[in-house]
């Protein structure tokens, strides 16, 4: 018997090379950025401001997050942080492969989300995935069923208050994967699952940015 993977439907491989190929164009729009300017922001305002820019976990970070969602077979995947969908791409072919489950996935910047939407239809994923346009912790909320497998790759500094939002819902053996643990925002999250007195097995892939994959004991 041959086992194929939608990671290799020409239609998913072709976006993820596109979306791949642009990304590489970010450090163009980073440099056109006043941090200064950016620190003193709402959220929302970044994100209209970060409207370009994918920032996306990288390739071998989606592979992994594949074979994780095809490992832990989870009815609901959620994830923080949509952008132009690369991730959300990775997390539902795994949950195409498993037969079973749904991506419900979050954005703040209209743009992105609009961009995401015609991804994922133009990928043929759009029938596993649901995406949240909104401020997360608010339309997060309203999420009314366990959450089996987490991914928060949103703004930083907001990470710990969604998985704290989330935490009710998660039950023992639930993986939290963070993206970029060297980023200084992210620490107070770090700080958080790294305590074993919060419930959590943590440890780190140390690749690229290097990824924070925490098991809810």
Do not use: Q
Not at 52 to 77: D, K, Q
């Amino acid at each position: 018997m041959t086992h194929t993977s939608t990671l290799t439907d020409p239609r998913v491989a072709g976006a993820l090379d596109r979306m791949f190929a642009a990304a590489d164009r970010d450090g163009e729009a980073f440099a056109e950025i006043d941090f200064d300017a950016l620190a003193a922001m709402t959220v929302a305002e970044r994100a209209d401001v970060a409207s370009g820019i994918y920032m996306p976990i990288s390739e071998p970070g989606g592979r992994l997050l594949y074979s994780l969602v095809r490992a832990a077979r989870p009815a609901l995947v959620v994830e923080f942080g949509t952008s132009y969908g690369i991730s959300t791409l990775f997390l539902a072919a795994a949950v195409r492969d498993n037969g079973t489950g749904r991506v419900v996935t979050t954005e703040l910047s209209a743009e992105k989300a609009a961009a995401a939407r015609r991804t994922f239809a133009e990928t043929g994923l759009d029938d596993v995935i649901t995406l949240l346009e909104g401020d997360a912790l608010e339309t997060l909320a309203a999420l009314d069923e366990p959450a089996g497998f987490v991914l928060l790759d949103g703004w930083k500094e907001l990470c710990l208050p969604v998985l704290r939002l989330l935490e009710p819902r998660l039950a023992p053996g639930t993986l939290v994967v963070a993206d970029d643990v060297d980023m200084e925002e992210l620490a107070p999250y770090l700080e958080y699952v790294r305590d074993p007195a919060n419930g959590y097995h943590s440890l780190t892939f140390p690749y690229d940015e290097g990824m924070e994959i925490s098991c809810r004991l």
